[in-house]
């Protein structure tokens, strides 16, 4: 096992999450393992403990669970700078469902069935076992064909029958730090968690990354799903998420999945958000924005990881380098409001990042 500083993490949450996986800590109703519609109403999974990773993978081969970046990113203080304003700073990675299986190759990398039921986003061919090497380069369905991370949470029932959403899900690239000129793209193989299925109720309304919580029709800032949506085909069940967007240049993973990572902070006398010292690199913010096809009664709707407050994502960062880097450059920092293409409708002179077939021209 590799020896360095970076076996600090806190003493106490790690023992914490040893702990709760040693106790089975973590046992939820589960989801099905086809990519069918239905799971057996007895069916159990055990769900994520955040524990730290003690599996050895392609990419971690002493399963220590810290994956150093390669290189680092060194000699960054976090941007105090406030630019122009400029009310988006954006653009979109439009991916729709490929699968579900009790995969995940973050929190169990290498152990195929261990998780609860998830549903999978962009990379089609993501599961256990899956390393930035199987990822870069392959099939998705993102609109961007150089768009080949994967992308995953849990997956939503009613009663037994699986939801899937339907057609592409709105994930925005976002800048989560005023001076957007400052964010750059994510590193090959960066992957993160964000949230913690383990969270309360109150945890998950006061996550940093809460947007909306669960909402349909007129109903918002839910913690768990509401009692009844309106019965309407226009109506779906939708969450929107924020991961966080400050990365501490080192680590593209750490055992917990979440500490190489860190929400903006406020700049101290202003409204502006910048990274934190011990974050300096600003990244995109990853938002997610799913939409559920179901409505009505809402008393039998449940995610595979528990309650609605058990909402939680995992990214996984496969895109092409230069093309991810063409729509940071050009809609981020450029401050735009971009789709998919990296074309902003209300400023049409300013061009697209890529062209009629979502690739760089």
């Known amino acids: 096992m590799r020896s360095s500083p970076r076996k600090r993490l806190p003493a106490l949450l790690l023992g914490t ?14 989801a099905a393992t086809d990519t069918g519609g239905t799971a057996p109403a007895t069916a159990a999974h055990t769900g994520h403990t955040m524990a730290a990773s003690t599996q050895a993978s392609g990419d971690d081969p002493d399963g220590d669970g810290y994956i150093p970046a390669v290189p680092q990113v060194t000699g960054v203080t976090p941007s105090t700078a406030t630019p122009p304003s400029r009310y988006f700073h954006e653009f979109q ?3 729709s469902v490929t699968h579900t299986a009790p995969d995940d190759p973050i929190v169990y990398p290498g152990q195929p069935g261990k ?4 549903t999978f986003m962009g990379n089609t061919s993501t599961n256990a076992g899956s390393t930035t090497a199987s ?10 064909p150089a768009d080949a991370s994967a992308y995953w949470m849990p997956s939503l029932y009613k009663g037994d029958q699986k939801i899937l959403p339907v057609g592409p899900q709105t994930i925005y690239y976002k800048a989560g730090v005023t001076d957007y000129t400052s964010v750059r793209p994510f590193p090959k193989g960066l992957r993160f968690v964000v ?26 800032f839910n913690t768990d799903f509401p009692a009844s949506c309106p019965n309407r085909a226009d109506v779906q069940l939708n969450i929107r998420f924020q991961a966080p967007s400050c990365w501490d240049g ?8 979440q500490s190489h990572m860190a929400y903006p902070v406020v700049k101290p006398g202003t409204n502006d958000n910048m990274c934190p010292a011990d974050h300096p690199v600003a990244v995109p913010m ?25 909402f939680h994502y995992d990214f996984f960062n496969a895109w092409e380098e230069r093309t991810l880097k063409a729509m940071v450059d050009h809609c981020i920092v450029g401050g735009l409001q971009c789709d998919a293409r990296g074309y902003d409708q209300t400023h049409p002179e300013a061009g697209a990042a890529l062209n009629a077939d979502y690739r760089l021209p």
């Open 135 to 144: 990822l870069y380069g392959g099939a998705t369905t993102c609109k961007a």
């Open 286 to 310: 990853i938002e997610f924005k799913m939409a559920f096809p179901v409505n009505g009664d809402m008393s039998q709707v449940r995610l595979a990881s528990g309650r609605g407050y058990s």
């Open 250 to 257: 080192k680590y593209l993973d750490t055992p917990d999945h």
């Open 115 to 118: 998780s609860h039921d998830h």
């Open 195 to 220: 949230g913690d299925p383990m969270q309360s109720a109150d945890a998950f309304r006061h996550h940093r990354g809460f947007v909306e919580g669960w909402e349909c029709g007129d109903s918002y």
């Open 93 to 95: 990675a439009n991916c």
């Open 17 to 30: 999450a040893l702990l709760a996986s040693v106790l089975g800590v973590g046992t939820i109703a589960s």
